[in-house]
């Protein structure tokens, strides 16, 4: 019984250590897919606006 007393501290941290390095994961996976959103609208808008441009001039 003594070893299970003696294991609790690392198997405790080693939770802690999945659970944090998920939750940094999860938010970097969330962060991208935002950008790549945003992206993909200031290139939409970028186009429109090139379009206006470009058909003024003729």
Avoid: H, W
Avoid at 12 to 34: H, K, Q, T, Y
Avoid at 44 to 49: I, P, R
């Amino acid at each position: 019984m003594d070893y299970v007393v003696a294991l609790l501290p690392s198997i405790g941290l080693a939770i802690i250590f999945v659970i944090v390095m998920r939750a940094i994961l999860l938010a970097d996976r969330r962060e991208r897919a935002a950008f790549r959103e945003f992206e993909k609208t200031q290139r939409s808008a970028s186009t429109v606006v090139q379009r206006d441009n470009s058909d003024s001039q003729n």
